[in-house]
């Protein structure tokens, strides 16, 4: 009877060893997969303790390769953009069109500009438009138009580039928050000099990173529209115009010419006035040589 307890309490033992040897073994596992995934950060904590003196930092330090990576879900990313031209008989009904459409569906209009030329009056607007209304904006502008010059609409999917910059930035995190960790435990300047190193190259990455990720968020949840809409000058109006038009314009420009070339004048007075004396002394020199030369002979 006195012998089995002592068997049961072996028996204890022995389960719950091989227990945590399968767990020690497991963890060794990711540790090991993410060391292969995030090897350059390992290898600079170990580049950066290669003193043999820094034994417990060595130790602390090998702790970052148990950082865990975690999948990150997230819906498709779709970055839109078009452009469109086409010929219009209105231009002011056209662009009210467009105006109705941008408050309809909260857009905003960032650039309109106005060209007219020999052969045609024209208006260029650049428009954001929310992601989700796009294709409802493009619909409401189209009513009307014969036929477009140009309709290109593109579609690029960042939805890989966008869970991998996210994913970095979790992990230069998990990475920066372990740094500081090993900064507090830090006894000797060498050391804190060589982990704030580290810490000052994974925040500059972090902030670049972040930078990326609010540029896709914006293209992402702000499509971009460029409209050029136009109407054809007629014949007789064209000659009208260009000669009138043509006429002015020489007028004014040489009368521009004129000024431009006095005004750039005053501005080399110095050397306009050192020229001139130059050439008064080297002219009288010239004519006292002369007339010395016509007394000798």
């Known amino acids: 009877m006195k012998t089995l307890p002592i068997f049961f309490y072996v028996f204890v033992f022995l389960f719950v060893s091989c227990k945590q040897a399968d767990a020690e073994a497991v963890a060794d596992k990711d540790m090991v997969i993410y060391a292969a995934a995030d090897s350059t950060a390992v290898e600079a904590v170990d580049t950066a303790v290669a003193d043999e003196s820094y034994n417990e930092y060595k130790v602390a330090a090998a702790s970052l390769k148990s950082i865990p990576k975690e999948e990150v879900s997230i819906e498709t990313k779709i970055i839109k953009s078009g452009n469109l031209r086409f010929q219009t008989d209105d231009l002011e009904q056209t662009y009210s069109q467009i105006q109705s459409a941008v408050k309809k569906y909260k857009a905003l209009i960032k650039n309109d500009s106005q060209e007219n030329n020999d052969y045609q009056f024209s208006r260029a607007v650049n428009i954001r438009i929310p992601n989700q209304h796009f294709d409802k904006f493009i619909a409401d502008i189209s009513k009307g138009v014969k036929y477009f010059d140009i309709k290109d609409i593109t579609s690029q999917d960042v939805t890989e580039e966008y869970i991998d910059v996210a994913s970095r930035i979790k992990t230069k995190k998990v990475l920066e928050q372990r740094y500081l960790e090993l900064l507090k435990k830090a006894n000797?300047?060498?050391?804190?000099?060589?982990?704030?190193?580290?810490?000052?190259?994974?925040?500059?990455?972090?902030?670049?990173?972040?930078g990326r990720l609010r540029y896709l968020q914006n293209k992402v949840s702000m499509s971009t529209l460029d409209i050029t809409f136009y109407k054809p000058i007629a014949q007789g109006q064209k000659a009208t115009v260009s000669y009138g038009g043509r006429i002015g314009n020489a007028i004014i420009s040489g009368f521009n010419s004129i000024s431009n070339f006095f005004i750039g004048l005053l501005g080399i007075w110095p050397v306009i006035v050192t020229l001139v004396v130059v050439f008064i002394l080297i002219r009288k020199r010239f004519k006292r040589k002369n007339k010395k030369d016509v007394i000798e002979n």
């Open 188 to 210: 000797k300047v060498s050391e804190m000099l060589e982990i704030e190193g580290q810490l000052s190259e994974i925040r500059e990455e972090i902030e670049a990173k972040e």
